[in-house]
C-alpha cells in the first residue's frame, strides 16, 4: 500500500524549528572551536612594556608594541589604564614609534620618546593630560636615549652622546678597546653618552657632565630636584673593567661630581634615590672575578656618606628591578627563581628576604604607585600585561591580547626535572601538542634558550625574539618541544650558574642530552625523530651537541658559533674573553677545547640550518658561516641564512615571520 502525504501545519512548523535550532547550535559550535597557534597569530600579539605611575597612584602609562604589516615595521603607542581597570586609553598616535612614557610629577603632563615626523633622531614629546595634541618638546640634533623629571617638573635630565647624527658615512677611526656593541655598532670616543639638562619653560639645554673619557647613565633625581646621581666608570680604561661608579652631581651646569661608590656587576645596573632623600640603592654582582655568570645582589649607600651595605648578601639568588616602598623603609625586587620570577622585598635594615606572591608567575617589571604597586605578569597561557599588584593578590588591568589567544588551544606546558650524567639534577619544560595523545611517540625539538644566564620559565612573552611563542608553535605542529634550563642558567642559585665558567659545550651538553633521554625513557620521544635547535647561546649550543652526539635527525643553529677563536675581536665579549678564556696566545689549549665544533666538525652527521643577522656584532654572521662551509665540505646537508640589516635580535617582522616558516619546513623535512 503506498503511503499519502498528509499536511500538517504543526509538524512544518516543528520541522524548521529543529532545523534552524540545529544551524544555530552548528554556527555556535564553529566559532567556540579553537585553532592551533599559527605564525599569523604570533604576528598578531601585542607586546606590553615599560609600566610607569602616576603621582597620585591612579593610571599606570605603558606601551605597546605592534607588527605593522603593510609598513613591516614595529611600532609602539603609549596606552593609560586606570588603577581599577575601567578605562584602558591609547594616548598617542603617531606616525612612528612612542616609547618611555614618564609621568610628570605634577600630574599634567605626559612625556615620551618618540621618532614621528620622520624624524632622524628620537625627540621628548609631551601631552597635556588636560586636553590638546601631543607636541615635540625637544629639537636637539643627538638621539636621545632616554630622560628624567625632576620631582619639581621644571627640568629634564637628558642622557645622549654629543655626537651629531651625519647622513654623510665618515671613515670609523677605532680609538676604544672595546668597540662593538650590537645595534649601535662600531662605539668611538666621539660616541660615549653624557647627561645634559633641559629647562621645561625656556626650552634651554646646558649640559651637566662633560668628561669625553667616559660614558655617564641612569641618572636618578634627588627628592628635592637639587641633585642627581648617576653611573659612570672612572677607571683608567673603562673599556676593561666591569665596574660602575656611583656620582652625585649638583643639578646645574659645571657643577663638580663626587663618587659616592664603586660596585662591581656585567648586567645593567639600576640606580634609585629613597624618597627620604636618605640612600642610594643599587645592584652588585657576586665577584669581578666571576664576570657574566656574576649574580646581582641588592645594596644602599647613604647619600652623606658612610659604608654601603648589600642586602642580600646572604641570598642565593639573581635580584633585578629594585624598586623603594613610598615610605623607604623597603626595597621590592624581582627574583629568578627555579622556572619563575616573583616580586620580593627586604628591610632597608637588612633581614629575610619575604616573598611577595605566593603563586608561581613570572613578573616582568615593576613600578611603584603610591602605597601599592604595578606589575608586568604572564604566564604560560598570556603574554605579559599590566596588573595591579594589592599585597600577595595580583589583579588584571589590561587585555591586549585576549582576543586572540581566545581563539586558540595552546599546548600544556609541564615541568621536568631528571639526572645528568654526573647525577646533577635539572629541571626543564615539555611542551606537549594540543591534541596530545598519551602512550602515543611524538617527534621532539630540543629548544635551548640563550644567555646562558637565562632560563626557560613559565611565561609567553611577545617580545622581539618570542622564544615560548616559537615552543609552543612547534607544538601546534606536532612536536614534543623540551627546553632545559642547563648548567649555566640562572634560577638555581650562583654555584649551578657558574658551573660551566671556562668550559663551555660540556656540562651543557650532558645536561640536555640527559633530558633527550629521559623523554625517550619515559615513551613520550621518538628516538628516530629527534630535532635540537636554539637562538644565540641556544645556537651555540646546538653545535656543541650535534658535533657530540649523532642522534638527532635535524639541528637549527641560529646566531651561533663554534669557532670560538674567531670570535675573538669580532664581536662585544672582548673583556670576557679575557677574563674568562684568556687570551688565545696565553690559552691556546682552552680556545681549542671550547671550539671543537669546529675543529671537530667531521663528527657532524646532523643535517643542519644556520641562520643569523647580517648587522649581528653580538653573535656576528661569521659564525654561521664557518658551520656551513664545513658541512658543505664535508657532504653534510645544511643550508645558510643571512637576513639583511639584521641585529642580534631581528626587528622586521617579515624576517621573523619568515624564520619561523623556514624552522617548520626545516624540521618537517626530516622529522615528518
Keep these: 500500500m503506498r503511503l499519502r502525504w498528509i499536511f500538517n501545519p504543526c509538524i512544518v512548523l516543528i520541522l524548521l524549528s529543529l532545523i534552524i535550532l540545529t544551524g544555530a547550535t552548528n554556527l ?47 611600532r609602539s603607542s603609549v596606552w593609560m589604564v586606570s588603577w581599577d581597570g575601567k578605562q584602558d586609553l591609547r594616548i598617542s598616535y603617531g606616525n612612528g614609534s612612542d616609547s618611555s612614557p614618564r609621568f610628570s610629577p605634577d600630574g599634567k603632563y605626559i612625556a615620551f620618546l618618540s621618532d614621528r615626523s620622520d624624524a632622524k633622531q628620537s625627540q621628548i614629546w609631551v601631552l597635556d593630560r588636560r586636553g590638546g595634541e601631543a607636541h615635540a618638546l625637544t629639537k636637539v640634533k643627538q638621539d636621545i636615549d632616554s630622560f628624567e623629571w625632576s620631582p619639581d617638573s621644571k627640568q629634564l635630565v637628558l642622557v645622549m652622546s654629543d655626537e651629531e647624527q651625519s647622513d654623510k658615512p665618515k671613515p670609523i677611526v677605532i680609538d676604544r678597546y672595546k668597540f662593538k656593541q650590537d645595534i649601535e655598532g662600531y662605539v668611538t670616543v666621539a660616541s660615549r653618552k653624557h647627561l645634559y639638562l633641559f629647562d621645561v619653560e625656556n626650552q634651554k639645554l646646558e649640559a651637566l657632565t662633560t668628561d669625553k673619557n667616559f660614558d655617564d647613565k641612569n641618572p636618578v633625581w634627588s627628592p628635592d630636584s637639587k641633585r642627581i646621581a648617576y653611573i659612570t666608570n672612572h677607571a683608567q680604561d673603562p673599556d676593561q673593567t666591569f665596574t660602575d661608579d656611583i656620582f652625585v652631581i649638583d643639578a646645574q651646569s659645571g657643577a663638580t661630581p663626587q663618587k659616592v661608590a664603586t660596585v662591581f656587576t656585567p648586567n645593567d645596573q639600576h640606580l634609585l634615590w629613597s624618597p627620604d632623600g636618605r640612600l642610594l640603592a643599587y645592584l652588585v654582582g657576586t665577584g669581578a672575578q666571576d664576570f657574566s655568570y656574576a649574580q646581582d645582589k641588592l645594596a644602599i649607600v647613604p647619600v652623606a656618606g658612610g659604608s654601603p651595605r648589600v642586602l642580600t648578601e646572604k641570598f642565593d639568588g639573581m635580584v633585578s628591578d629594585p624598586q623603594f616602598t613610598a615610605d623607604s623603609k623597603f626595597l621590592t625586587f624581582l627574583v629568578a627563581e627555579d622556572r619563575v620570577q616573583y616580586p620580593a622585598r627586604i628591610s632597608v635594615n637588612g633581614g629575610n628576604v619575604e616573598r611577595i606572591v605566593k603563586e608561581g608567575v613570572v613578573i616582568i617589571d615593576q613600578a611603584r604607585c603610591g602605597n601599592q604597586f604595578a606589575v608586568l605578569s604572564s604566564s604560560d597561557t598570556s603574554p605579559a600585561e599590566v596588573y595591579a599588584m594589592e599585597g600577595a593578590t595580583l589583579r588584571k588591568l589590561t587585555a591586549h591580547n585576549d ?43 630540543l629548544w635551548i634558550h640563550g644567555g646562558p644566564n637565562g632560563q626557560d620559565d613559565h611565561s609567553l612573552l611577545a617580545d622581539l625574539y618570542p622564544l615560548q611563542l616559537e615552543r609552543q608553535l612547534f607544538a601546534a605542529n606536532g612536536y614534543v618541544v623540551l627546553a632545559i634550563n642547563y648548567r649555566g642558567s640562572s634560577g638555581r642559585g650562583f654555584a649551578y650558574s657558574r658551573a660551566i665558567f671556562a668550559d663551555w659545550g660540556h656540562k651543557e651538553v650532558d645536561d640536555l642530552l640527559a633530558g633527550v633521554d629521559d623523554a625517550i625513557k619515559k615513551g613520550i620521544a621518538d628516538p628516530q625523530r629527534l630535532g635540537i635547535g636554539g637562538w644565540s647561546y641556544g645556537g651555540i649550543l ?131
Excluded at 605603558?62 to 605593522?68: G, P
Excluded at 606546558?413 to 596530545?436: A, C, R, W
Excluded at 656584532?617 to 639583511?644: A, C, D, H, K
Excluded at 624576517?655 to 618537517?668: C, H, K, P, T, V
Design 403 to 445: 582576543a586572540v589567544l581566545s581563539q586558540v588551544q595552546l599546548g600544556t606546558v609541564e615541568n621536568t626535572s631528571f639526572s645528568s650524567k654526573d647525577g646533577t639534577q635539572v629541571h626543564g619544560l615539555m611542551i606537549k601538542p594540543p591534541n596530545y595523545e598519551s602512550g602515543k611517540k611524538y617527534p621532539m625539538i
Design 28 to 74: 555556535f559550535a564553529q566559532s567556540a572551536t579553537k585553532h592551533f597557534l599559527s605564525i599569523d597569530d604570533i604576528s598578531k600579539l601585542q607586546n606590553v612594556e615599560d609600566p610607569h605611575c602616576s603621582p597620585d597612584g591612579q593610571w599606570i602609562a605603558y606601551t605597546v608594541t605592534i607588527n605593522d604589516v603593510e609598513a613591516d615595521k614595529r
Design 542 to 672: 646546538t653545535d656543541y651537541t650535534i658535533a657530540s652526539d649523532t642522534r638527532f635527525k635535524a639541528a637549527a643553529s641560529g646566531a651561533g658559533s663554534a669557532n670560538q677563536i674567531s670570535m675573538y675581536g669580532s664581536d662585544q665579549y672582548i673583556l670576557q674573553y679575557n677574563n674568562e678564556i684568556g687570551t688565545p696566545w696565553k690559552s691556546l689549549d682552552t680556545w681549542m677545547k671550547v671550539s671543537y665544533p669546529f675543529f671537530h666538525a667531521d663528527r657532524i652527521k646532523t643535517p643542519t640550518l644556520f641562520l643569523g643577522g647580517q648587522k649581528d656584532f653580538n653573535v656576528p654572521i661569521i659564525g654561521g658561516e664557518q658551520m656551513y662551509e664545513s658541512l658543505r665540505t664535508l657532504g653534510i646537508p645544511t643550508q645558510l641564512v643571512i637576513y639583511p640589516e639584521q641585529f642580534h635580535i631581528f626587528t622586521r617582522p617579515s624576517f621573523i615571520r619568515e624564520r619561523q616558516q623556514r624552522w617548520l619546513d626545516w624540521f618537517a623535512k626530516y622529522l615528518k
